[in-house]
Nanobody, 118 residues
Framework: VQLQASGGGLVQAGGSLRLSCRAS????????MGWYRQAPGNQRELAAS???????YYVDSVKGRFTISRDNARRTVYLQMNSLEPEDTAVYYC?????????????WGQGTQVTVSS
């Protein structure tokens, strides 16, 4: 399994970024997919997820600002992040979602760094 996240960067508060994560080695269309993030000193948290049928979940802190989407033909999941806040600074990773609701794979990839300056 390979999960390649990209699109991070340094942005000012109020700005936008679009993250992409391409998956290989899995039957992508059969999995729910999630974007996780880990800020320094914090545990990794699920920020957003999208089910096989397109249903979405967002952690309260990103509702109304982030939008997750997927393209099964490209085996890619996206995260559009608007109105970014310094608290969004973290390394962002993607992973598949298991039937138990946890991350499906131990392989997280390198993630992509998002830094929001105030």
């Amino acid at each position: 399994v390979q999960l390649q996240a990209s699109g991070g960067g340094l942005v000012q508060a109020g700005g936008s970024l679009r993250l992409s994560c391409r998956a290989s080695g899995i039957n992508f269309s059969l999995y729910g997919m999630g974007w996780y993030r880990q800020a320094p000193g914090n545990q990794r948290e699920l920020a957003a997820s999208i089910a096989r049928n397109g249903g979405t979940y967002y952690v309260d802190s990103v509702k109304g600002r982030f939008t997750i989407s997927r393209d099964n033909a490209r085996r890619t999941v996206y995260l559009q992040m608007n109105s970014l806040e310094p608290e969004d600074t973290a390394v962002y990773y993607c992973n598949a979602i298991s039937s138990l609701g946890s991350a499906a794979f131990d392989s997280w990839g390198q993630g992509t760094q998002v830094t929001v300056s105030s």
